[in-house]
């Protein structure tokens, strides 16, 4: 979001999401290294979700959950 120290903030706000607010983007959101952390308490089933959600976006995920950001940011 162009602010460096406000990852806390933005992983705030997609964990206060309702089901109704789920068209939001969330699965777009990974770490700076490109991993996969979303961390509900769905015993995993977000992170699952998140990566169906970006292949069917063309994005590739390897096995341990993680983008290549070279070829996948802006």
Excluded at 35 to 40: D, K, V
Excluded at 56 to 70: C, P
């Amino acid at each position: 979001a162009g602010s460096p120290r406000a990852a806390r903030v933005v992983g705030s706000v997609l964990r206060g999401l309702g089901l109704e607010e789920r068209e939001i983007a969330w699965w777009r959101v990974v770490n700076s290294t490109g991993y996969i952390t979303i961390n509900h308490s769905g015993g995993g089933i977000e992170k699952e979700m998140q990566k169906i959600n970006l292949e069917v976006e063309g994005v590739k995920v390897s096995s341990d959950l993680r983008i290549d950001l070279t070829c996948f940011s802006w």
